[in-house]
């Protein structure tokens, strides 16, 4: 039953690696960019989150969820608009906007810290202390919060991009940016929308994963995992980023019962590299992408 235990915690890690790897995948997708600053949004994400629940300590779940999620979404559309789409439209090579995203990943970092301090802080909600016993076995409650809301958004998200206009417009501005053009749809409105939708679930990520672990400055450092997880299913793919987000939270998990706990980032980063070897472009197709 230990190893049932194992298995679920790395399950719910895993689905938050997955949630910040679909935003790698969305952005990449638009813009063919690699955004170093998705695991900072995330931060940002669960301060907002925080602060809410400061704010408003007797909200719901939901509502506070919903406005952090709001707020990243803003946070994300303004750094598209007023950082990248000026350096894409100077035609700045691919190194310049990497390291556009690494330098903004920076001041969201040092900007968190200089709003919320550097002391790690906890959640102020149930959820932080919520026990719920598995065969005399504790298994935190936000686990399977976890564990239920990601099918959810993954269906939400299907849906999004499937069944609505600006869903099916942001796929084609991705995959034809002349001929989605010449049905009105402007690329650069479809990049807006995939940062601001991107950011969002970042945040969402973050609120969920805050009552397990301390929200800090330096909690952004994630968004190296889940950006190994998003390369493990191929970057672009929304359910490669998933699966991917599954198998370093899995990995690493159980991996730590036959190591130690020390070396669960090491076990990570071992799992990407041998699968990048047996399977250099991702375990998806790059056609899988929703």
């Known amino acids: 039953m230990n190893l049932a235990i194992q298995i679920?915690?790395?399950?719910a890690v895993g689905c938050i690696y997955g949630l910040v790897a679909l935003g790698f995948s969305m952005i990449f997708r638009a813009m063919g960019l690699v955004n170093f600053a998705q695991g900072d949004i995330?931060?940002?994400?669960?301060?907002?989150?925080?602060?809410?629940?400061?704010?408003?300590?007797?909200?719901?779940?939901?509502?506070?969820?919903?406005?952090a999620m709001a707020g990243a979404a803003l946070l994300g559309a303004v750094i598209e608009r007023l950082a990248f789409r000026p350096a894409v439209q100077r035609k700045a090579d691919q190194i310049y906007l990497v390291l556009l995203t690494l330098g903004i990943g920076m001041v969201l970092s040092n900007g968190a810290r200089l709003l919320w301090g550097a002391d790690p802080v906890?959640?102020?909600?149930?959820?932080t202390?919520?026990?719920?016993?598995?065969a005399s076995y504790p298994l935190p409650a936000v686990y399977l919060y976890i564990l239920a809301i990601m099918p959810v958004l993954l269906v939400a998200l299907h849906l999004f991009f499937r069944r609505t206009w600006l869903g099916l417009a942001m796929r084609g501005a991705a995959d034809d940016p002349a001929t989605a053009a010449t049905f009105g749809v402007s690329s650069a409105a479809a990049a807006t929308w995939a940062f601001a939708i991107a950011s969002a679930v970042g945040a969402l990520a973050g609120v969920l994963y805050a009552p397990i672990t301390y929200v800090s400055f330096d909690m952004g450092i994630v968004g190296v995992k889940a950006f190994a997880a998003a390369v493990i299913g191929t970057l672009g793919?929304?359910?490669?980023?998933?699966v991917g987000g599954l198998i370093i939270g899995l990995g690493e998990t159980i991996g730590a019962q036959f190591l130690a706990t020390e070396y669960q980032d090491s076990i990570a980063f071992l799992i990407m590299i041998a699968i990048l070897l047996v399977k250099p472009t991702g375990l998806f197709p790059s056609g899988a992408r929703t």
């Open 129 to 134: 202390h919520e026990v719920i016993m598995v």
């Open 42 to 67: 995330m931060m940002v994400g669960a301060f907002l989150g925080y602060t809410a629940f400061l704010v408003l300590p007797d909200a719901p779940f939901l509502l506070v969820l919903l406005i």
């Open 8 to 11: 679920l915690s790395g399950l």
């Open 122 to 127: 906890v959640y102020p909600t149930p959820l």
């Open 237 to 242: 793919s929304i359910p490669g980023a998933v």
